[in-house]
C-alpha cells in the first residue's frame, strides 16, 4: 500500500518539479582526460535497443530534423540480424495498435512483416474471452527491421559505444565515451540504456522502484498439432502469477510465465520434458486454483446469467504444448521503476529508463515506443513554433504527457498483480467474482479489454 500511495504521490508531484541542472549531472566524477577535440552532434540517442533504434530512425525520416545531426550510440559489439528462416528468438512483444502505427510511419512494418509477424485476434484468459487485435513480434525482428531501414537512410550505430560520462556545458552536453577516444558535443542527450540506466544515474535522477519477488520465465513452445489459426493469446491468472502463451506461427507459440522467486530454481532445473509438462499442467489443471472459489464463482455466475443474458463462449482450450526449442529456457528478474523526472536540461529518458512494467499485460515496450512517438511530435512543434529543438519548455511537454500516462499504467498494473498474486481467500473468491461478473456484464468487459489494450 505504502508503494502504491509512493506512486499517487509521484503523479501528483510531476507538477510541481523544478528543472535545475543537478550537481550530479554538471559536475562528472572525474574529469575527462586532457579535452581532446570534440565532435558536434545536434541529437545523441544512448543505447540501440528496442527504443534507442526507433527514435533514431523517428528522426531519421521526420522532414524537420533532416539538418540535423544525429547518432546512436550503443555499447555492445554487436546487434541482432534475423532473417525469415532463422528459428525464433525467446524475447517477443505483442504491438499494440499505436506501436504499428509508428512502424508503418517508420518504414520498418513493412520489413517486419516480410520476416514474420503474427496477428491475434483474440485474447482468452480461463474467465473472459475479447476480441482483440495485436501482433506478437519477436525482438529481434523489431531491431533487425529498425536497423535495417536505418541502414536504407544511411544511419549505422555505432557500436562499441558505451556513454562513460557526461557533463553540462553552456549550451550542450559534453560526452565522454568508454574508450576514451572521442568526446561528444551534443545539443540534446536522450538515454535509452535500459531500465539500469547509467546516464539516469550520473544525471541524480531519482526514481521509485521496487523488485516483485516474481521472475518471467520465456521459452519458445512447440505445438502438439499444426495450428492453420493459431490467432489466440492465452493468459491464465494463478495464484502464483500469470502464465501466458502467445502465437508465433502454426507450429510454435512463445511463453512468459510469472512465477515467485521460490519457484525459480525448480522449474529452472526440470529437463525440457518435465518443463512441458509443468506448462500443460498450469494452463489445463485445477491444482494452482483455491478450493471454495470455482464453486462459489460458478454459482455466482449462474446468477447473473438469469439477469443479463451470457455472450456467447467459443469453446476452446490452449494449444497442448509438445517441447520447447532448446536452450529457449530464460528468466528475467521482473520490477517496478518510474524515474521521478523524464527530462533535464538538453537531457531526456526514453523507454526502460524512464520506467519499466511488469510484463502481464505486455506493456512495457509499447509505453516506450509511445515515447518516441510523443517526443518527436513535442520537438518537432518546438521547430514549426520557431523554438530551439532542444528548448525545456517543449521537453516539459513531453514530461507532462508520458509521465501522466505512464503512471496509470503502472498503477493499474501494479494493482492487478497484486490482486492476482495474493493467496488471501476472501480476495481470491472477491476476485473470481469480479472477473465473472465482468465478463457476462459487457459494458464492463469492453472497459477492461479497452484498457488493457490502450494506447500506451
Ligand atoms: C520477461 C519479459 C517479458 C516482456 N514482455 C513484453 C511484452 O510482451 N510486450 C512489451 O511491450 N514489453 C515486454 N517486456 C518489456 C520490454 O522487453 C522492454 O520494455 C524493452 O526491451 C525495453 O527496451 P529499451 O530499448 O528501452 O531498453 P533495452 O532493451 O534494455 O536497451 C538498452 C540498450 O542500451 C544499451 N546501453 C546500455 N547502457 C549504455 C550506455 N551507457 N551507452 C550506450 N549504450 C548503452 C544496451 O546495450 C541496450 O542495447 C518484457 C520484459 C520482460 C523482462
Known amino acids: 500500500m505504502r508503494q502504491l500511495l509512493l506512486l499517487r504521490h509521484s503523479l501528483i508531484s ?3 518539479s523544478s528543472y535545475s541542472v543537478s550537481p550530479k549531472a554538471t559536475v562528472s566524477h572525474d574529469q575527462p582526460n586532457p579535452p581532446i577535440s570534440a565532435e558536434n552532434v545536434d541529437i545523441t540517442i544512448a543505447g540501440g535497443g528496442l527504443v534507442g533504434s526507433a527514435m533514431a530512425l523517428a528522426f531519421a525520416v521526420s522532414p524537420y530534423f533532416k539538418n540535423h545531426k544525429v547518432v546512436l550510440l550503443e555499447s555492445q559489439s554487436k546487434l541482432p ?4 528462416n532463422q528459428p ?4 517477443v512483444c505483442a504491438l499494440n495498435a499505436q506501436s504499428v502505427d509508428l512502424f508503418q510511419k517508420l518504414g520498418a512494418w513493412d520489413l517486419m512483416k516480410s520476416i514474420r509477424v503474427q496477428k491475434v485476434s483474440r485474447m482468452q484468459n480461463d474467465q473472459s474471452q475479447e476480441n482483440s487485435l495485436a501482433y506478437i513480434v519477436e525482438n529481434d525482428v523489431i531491431q533487425s527491421c529498425l536497423l535495417e531501414r ?3 537512410l544511411n544511419i549505422e550505430p555505432r557500436l562499441n559505444s558505451k556513454v562513460k560520462k557526461f557533463e553540462n556545458e553552456e549550451n550542450s552536453i559534453r560526452i565522454l565515451l568508454q574508450d576514451e577516444k572521442i568526446n561528444l558535443r551534443t545539443g540534446l542527450l536522450i538515454a535509452a540504456d535500459g531500465y539500469q540506466s547509467s546516464i539516469r544515474e550520473m544525471a541524480g535522477i531519482s526514481t521509485i522502484q521496487w523488485n516483485y519477488d516474481q521472475f518471467g520465465i520465456v521459452a519458445t513452445l512447440q505445438l502438439a498439432d499444426n495450428m492453420p489459426n493459431n490467432v489466440v493469446a492465452w493468459q491464465r491468472f494463478l495464484p502464483t502469477g500469470p502464465i501466458a502463451c502467445l502465437p508465433l506461427s502454426n507450429t510454435h507459440s512463445s511463453l512468459v510465465w510469472t512465477v515467485p522467486k521460490s519457484m525459480l530454481k525448480s522449474l529452472m532445473s526440470l529437463s525440457d520434458e518435465q518443463f512441458v509438462d509443468a506448462i500443460n499442467k498450469a494452463f489445463t489443471s485445477d491444482v494452482y486454483k483455491q478450493n471454495g472459489v470455482v464453486s462459489l464463482t460458478e454459482r455466482m455466475r449462474s446468477c ?6 451470457a455472450s456467447p463462449t467459443i469453446a476452446q482450450y490452449p494449444p497442448t504444448i509438445i517441447n520447447i526449442e532448446p536452450k529457449s529456457r530464460a528468466a528475467f528478474p521482473l520490477s517496478l521503476l518510474n524515474a521521478n523526472q523524464y527530462v533535464r536540461p538538453r537531457l531526456v529518458l526514453v523507454g526502460d529508463s524512464a520506467h519499466r512494467i511488469h510484463p502481464m499485460a505486455g506493456q512495457g515496450v509499447n509505453m516506450g515506443f509511445a515515447d518516441v512517438q510523443c517526443l518527436v511530435n513535442v520537438l518537432e512543434r518546438a521547430i514549426r513554433d520557431g523554438a530551439d529543438f532542444n528548448s525545456l519548455t517543449y521537453l516539459v511537454d513531453y514530461e507532462r504527457e508520458r509521465q501522466a500516462r505512464c503512471l496509470a499504467k503502472l498503477l493499474l498494473i501494479d494493482s492487478l498483480n497484486r490482486l492476482y498474486s495474493t493467496k488471501f481467500l476472501p480476495i481470491v473468491a472477491l476476485r473470481s467474482i469480479g472477473l465473472s461478473f465482468i465478463n457476462e456484464f459487457s459494458p464492463f468487459k469492453s472497459f ?9
Open 88 to 91: 525464433y528468438s525467446n524475447r
Open 14 to 16: 510531476i507538477r510541481f
Open 81 to 84: 540480424k534475423v532473417s525469415k
Open 448 to 456: 477492461f479489454a479497452k484498457q488493457a489494450a490502450s494506447s500506451a
Open 304 to 309: 447473473w446469467q438469469q439477469i443479463i443474458p
Open 150 to 152: 536505418l541502414k536504407q
